[in-house]
């Protein structure tokens, strides 16, 4: 499978080939035409005779100006949309990004393409999800916990034997929390 965003920035500068072609095969088919390359010879001619004779000469350098600057505008055009489609949706994922790692797990990023950009906003979304996921389980765990324990305090308060089935019960919330949080990968890799 081709990658989506590569295809749009190859077609952004295919674009911009495509208008210079264009531009230059307008001017190659201006050049040849019999007419201009007589105005040239004739005022090549008339000022080597000292005679003036640039209005030709002024109108071929007006249409080359008229043909670059259409080029850039091209080009300018082309730029925007390629700034706008590629730059504001990782601007913000970099802002909801930044929101979730400062702990505002409630935010998702939109995704707008399904492209690698759109990946990326979906990965983001996932991890997200993942760190509820996390954050729901250990506290529902610890709340669990800390009820079994203040359960356990009561009973020693009473004087009451602990019952090994408390204890059990503690060490297995305990264990499905580590178990859980083993199931990420906690080691920092890199990717090449």
Do not use: W
Not at 15 to 44: D, H, K, N, Q
Not at 149 to 172: F, V, W, Y
Request: aromatic share 4%.
């Amino acid at each position: 499978m081709k990658q989506k965003l590569q295809t749009r920035l190859v077609n952004y500068f295919m674009l911009i080939a495509v208008a210079a072609m264009l531009i230059g095969v307008e001017f190659y088919f201006e050049m040849s035409r019999t007419e201009v390359t007589s105005e040239i010879c004739t005022i090549a001619e008339q000022q080597a005779a000292g005679a003036d004779g640039a209005l030709p000469l002024d109108n071929l350098r007006n249409k080359i100006v008229i043909m670059f600057g259409v080029l850039t505008i091209v080009v300018a055009i082309v730029l925007t949309m390629f700034i706008r489609n590629i730059t504001a949706p990782l601007q913000k994922m970099a802002d909801v990004a930044a929101r979730i790692n400062e702990g505002d797990l409630s935010l998702s990023v939109p995704i707008e393409t399904h492209d690698e950009i759109g990946q990326v906003g979906d990965a983001i979304n996932e991890l997200t999800s993942n760190l509820q996921e996390v954050a729901t389980m250990t506290s529902t765990t610890a709340q669990d916990t800390l009820g079994q324990i203040e359960r356990l305090l009561e009973a020693t308060r009473k004087g009451d034997q602990i019952p090994e089935t408390q204890a059990r019960e503690i060490r297995a919330s305990l264990q499905s929390l580590i178990e859980f949080v083993d199931s990420f990968k906690l080691l920092k890799t890199d990717i090449a």
